[in-house]
């Protein structure tokens, strides 16, 4: 049927708009050159050899026993920390949404939600060796056990879990107050007990909440390489086993052949995650809660859960707070008086410390404005406007969330290391500081479009409609009525890109060269060689700088960001 | 208000315009908006009335340039506009949501599209001010547009889409986000400013009354394609189609056969009688047809036309609301002002006629 002049018309005026025009061409090819080449790179390095297709070299990578125990291992991690986490994070998110609480709990609680942004994604697993490890402060030395092992299977389990389990609190607990305590006060009204209630109400309700949550986790956790590194020891997972085939065995057409594996596997997940679990929880929790939700006062039910959190939470963030100790003790394990700043300065007098957390710093600095600018633009472009390659721009920059960064790694030595296509051309990036400035790009734009996204989806389409009608063409649509609106969440965007950029790790370590130091590259160096006290001392700076930043945005929105008046009526 | 003078207000014409989407379930193609045509005079306030999904909202959109139509072209002051994006057409539209920009002030809100038409500052400061004094809205320049009320918002956006003097106005259900007597205070309001300036509008309405209230013209559309146009007295008087009659206010509808022509109308036989009714031409005797009366054309006493029974009487404050049966049909009746008539109880014997002017025949 007909419908073409308007498809025509529509085309016809994008063209007229020479400016948004070149947005879309210039961010397709971003998002083909850097997301989805180095993808499309891997397969065709593992599928095509000299003579043409075939599975060689898949072949030989899953005869390998390490690699069918590395699947495994990943697998049975990812399982258990998706429901440990889930299980702690709605226990949290419960108490935080039905349980009133002390203002001391509510404090704990902000703190669990706040640590893992600003921490680098190895913190805990230091501090895990450091506590319980052989010359751990708490087995060796509280309760004198003297081989006890936190490297492996249940020292990754314990770390990740607590790395993780915040992510599922913040997720449920958004999810929990869209619930309308009517209807659980319905329940409650027929006769229904409080435990009742949850089990034949709250929980149902909530049930594809909580898969959405365990799969974020699962793949979170399989897609982590930063931990398994540090604690893992013998024990390989997907991640790490890709790092050792390409700097241990120098096989990279093998390392190609696993990244596919686990991106398989990722993405898998994710497809299911995204299509059709967030579908079923948008659909069973829409709305707000019309009304305030009667908070449980129960002491029989508040101060078992209260303290049980409370344990919790106090527990980790010791774990936490075991990193800056750690750094001011002569020597971890022997000597822990009198306290020093010895490892502080040999982080700047022996290695280098200023040139690593210069290079950290400003790479970070180059790449968070270019990353919240690009995921603004691309929630823009998403949200408000209609075009053919719509679909193309959301699709890549929402994938590029479930590629583990280890793949993505990969993907950048082969698809960059010899130009494009093996080609030679574009291989001067590689190496250089520009390419680890795009992967920092690449690894933050997901979180900064999908929060850009949800920022954007509250603005009424027509505030925007009403700005174009008037005169004003796209850039000044986007500068004079979007951005401003969205100042609060674009400054978030910017904040997070910088805090994940200077902590990143997994895809950094495979593409740096000696000529960048960074700082977690250190971190990861000195954890591996068990020099503990000066890599505390390395993440103890690496986390003040981190929550320096976001200080520095709390600030900010609070001065400069939607002012309060108008704030009070969204 | 005299010195307000706008630019020459253009006339707007749609040219055999059609919309076609995708229905999202069944992925099958349909008409929102079906080969429209239209010719909008300058000056005129023209209100495009349907019930929702009937295509109003698409072919104000498609005026404004938000959407392109699949047939046909639009023309704006005699220009074909189909090409240019909204910012380049002459037209400045009022959101059902009213839009207002929350992070500017009154003030900028309004001067917002002057500022883009580069117009001098001291211009700029001179044109928002007497159009806020149009809209009284004068001394509330600085404040914030979430410290209005929903009333003032509305005059807010009227402001702004005014002060630009556009080619024609749009306004997408402007009033349905007020209360029902700030409503009816701001129609009379929008009517009064757009009579003052001269200026073409098209409204986009699910409200008759509003349409009634505010048009020289009412387009009522149905399912994509325009079901009648004309004046509010032709189409609440004169409608083409039980469709427009049942829209436009409630009605009654007598079915029956065409028994003779009169001079002036014809004669209807219906179940209960025979009554006459004015029309323009003759009709063919022994032809079906339906007789369209309004519940307040008829009245309901102890002599008459038909004779019915009362079926529901009911006190409405401002009139008697009856429904009364004749012959086998149900017939609604208000009887405005009860207080000194005799009224019926349910069960009673009556008598209703009315004024063969009136009627109008289907």
């Not at chain 2, 005699?78 to 240019?84: A, K, V």
């Not at chain 2, 080619?167 to 029902?180: I, T």
Request: glycine share 8%; hydrophobic share 45%.
């Amino acid at each position: 049927m007909a419908g073409t002049q308007g498809r025509d018309l529509d085309r016809k005026k994008l063209m007229a708009d020479p400016i948004m025009m070149t947005t879309i061409v210039v961010l397709i090819a971003f998002l083909t050159l850097f997301i989805l080449y180095p993808l499309a790179i891997l397969l065709v390095d593992s599928m095509f050899g000299s003579s043409g297709f075939t599975l060689d070299t898949f072949r030989r990578v899953l005869a390998m026993a390490s690699f069918r125990t590395a699947i495994g291992n990943t697998m049975k991690i990812g399982l258990l920390v998706g429901v440990l986490s889930t299980a702690i994070g709605l226990l949290f998110a419960y108490v935080e949404v039905y349980v009133r609480m002390r203002r001391f709990t509510g404090g704990l609680f902000r703190l669990i939600s706040m640590l893992p942004v600003v921490s680098p994604p190895f913190v805990l697993s230091l501090s895990m060796i450091m506590l319980f490890g052989k010359a751990g402060l708490i087995t060796r030395f509280l309760l004198g056990i003297y081989d006890n092992n936190v490297y492996g299977y249940w020292g990754i389990v314990i770390v990740q879990t607590m790395t993780f389990f915040p992510v599922c609190y913040m997720m449920l607990r958004g999810l929990l107050k869209n619930i309308d305590p009517s209807l659980e006060e319905a329940s409650r009204d027929m006769g229904a007990s409080r435990m009742k209630v949850f089990t034949s109400v709250t929980l149902p309700l909530l049930l594809p909440g909580l898969g959405n949550a365990f799969l974020v986790t699962f793949i979170e956790s399989i897609a982590d390489f930063a931990n398994p590194m540090i604690i893992g020891g013998s024990y390989d997972t997907l991640a790490t086993s890709i790092y050792l085939q390409i700097t241990g065995a120098m096989d990279k057409e093998g390392a190609a052949a696993m990244a596919v594996v686990l991106l398989v596997i990722t993405l898998g997940m994710f497809a299911v995650q995204k299509y059709y679990l967030e579908a079923k929880t948008a659909a069973t929790l829409t709305g707000k809660a019309s009304r305030g939700r009667m908070l449980i006062e129960d002491s029989s039910v508040r101060i078992p859960l209260t303290i049980l959190c409370s344990l919790v939470a106090v527990f980790v963030i010791a774990m936490y707070l075991c990193v800056p100790i750690g750094a001011l003790f002569p020597t971890w394990g022997y000597k822990f008086t009198p306290l020093t700043f010895k490892w502080f300065e040999q982080v700047f007098t022996k290695y280098r410390g200023l040139q690593a957390f210069r290079d950290s710093f400003v790479l970070s600095l180059i790449a968070s404005p270019i990353t919240a600018l690009l995921s603004m633009i691309i929630s823009y472009l998403v949200v408000k406007k209609k075009f053919k390659a719509k679909g193309f721009i959301e699709a890549v920059s929402i994938l590029a969330m479930a590629v583990p960064g280890t793949v993505l790694g990969v993907g950048y030595i082969r698809g960059f290391a010899g130009g494009l296509f093996h080609s030679g051309f574009l291989s001067g990036i590689y190496g250089t500081g520009l390419i680890l400035v795009i992967v920092f790009i690449v690894r933050s734009l997901p979180t900064g479009t999908r929060s850009g996204i949800s920022a954007l989806r509250q603005i009424d389409k027509s505030i925007e409609e009403s700005a174009y009608d008037m005169g004003a063409n796209s850039l000044k649509v986007f500068t004079s009525v979007t951005l401003p609106l969205i100042k609060d969440s674009f400054l978030s965007g910017l904040v997070t890109a910088f805090v994940r950029s200077i902590t990143a790790i997994s895809a950094i370590i495979l593409l740096v060269t000696p000529s960048y130091l960074l700082i977690t590259v250190q971190i990861n160096e000195f954890a591996e060689k068990g020099a503990f006290s000066i890599a505390c001392a390395f993440a103890t700076i690496l986390i003040l700088i981190t929550y320096g930043a976001v200080l520095l945005m709390n600030l900010f929105i609070r001065f400069f960001g939607t002012s309060r008046t108008q704030r009070e009526e969204t | 208000m005299s010195e307000m003078h706008v630019k020459q207000p253009k006339g707007v014409k749609l040219d055999h315009i059609s919309k076609i989407y995708q229905d999202p379930k069944t992925k099958k193609d349909f008409y929102a908006v079906h080969d429209v045509e239209l010719d909008i005079a300058p000056g005129s306030f023209v209100t495009l009335l349907g019930p929702s999904g009937c295509g109003k909202t698409t072919t104000l959109r498609m005026i404004a340039g938000f959407e392109s139509p699949d047939e046909g072209e639009i023309y704006l002051g005699g220009e074909p506009i189909n090409e240019l994006t909204p910012n380049k057409r002459d037209t400045a539209m009022v959101f059902q949501s009213y839009a207002l920009f929350p992070h500017y002030n009154v003030f900028d809100n309004v001067a917002y599209g002057l500022k883009l038409r580069k117009v001098p500052r001291d211009e700029i400061r001179t044109r928002v001010e007497r159009i806020l004094k149009l809209v009284e809205l004068s001394g509330m320049e600085q404040r914030m547009t979430n410290q209005l009320s929903g009333g003032q918002q509305q005059r807010v956006a009227l402001a702004r889409a005014l002060v630009v003097e556009p080619g024609v106005l749009l306004f997408d259900e402007p009033l349905s986000n007020l209360d029902a007597k700030l409503r009816v205070q701001m129609r009379t309001e929008i009517r009064r400013i757009q009579q003052a300036l001269g200026i073409t509008a098209v409204y986009v309405t699910h409200d008759q009354s509003e349409a009634m209230a505010i048009s020289d013209q009412i387009i009522l559309m149905k399912q994509g394609v325009i079901a009648q146009m004309g004046s509010p007295t032709e189409i609440y008087y004169r409608p083409n189609s039980e469709f427009v009659a049942d829209f436009i206010g409630e009605c009654n509808f007598l079915h029956g056969k065409i028994s003779g022509n009169a001079e002036k109308g014809c004669i209807v036989a219906l179940e209960a009688g025979k009554v006459a009714v004015q029309t323009e031409k003759s009709r063919k005797v022994g032809e079906d047809c339906e007789i369209v009366l309004r519940p307040e054309a008829i009245t309901i006493g102890e002599q008459g036309l038909l004779p019915c029974t009362v079926e529901l009487s009911c006190f409405m404050g401002s009139y008697q609301n009856y429904h009364v049966r004749v012959g086998s049909e149900l017939v609604k009746i208000t009887d405005n002002c009860p207080l000194n008539k005799k009224v019926f109880r349910e069960g009673e014997q009556a008598m209703i006629s009315f004024d063969p002017a009136c009627a109008h025949l289907l």
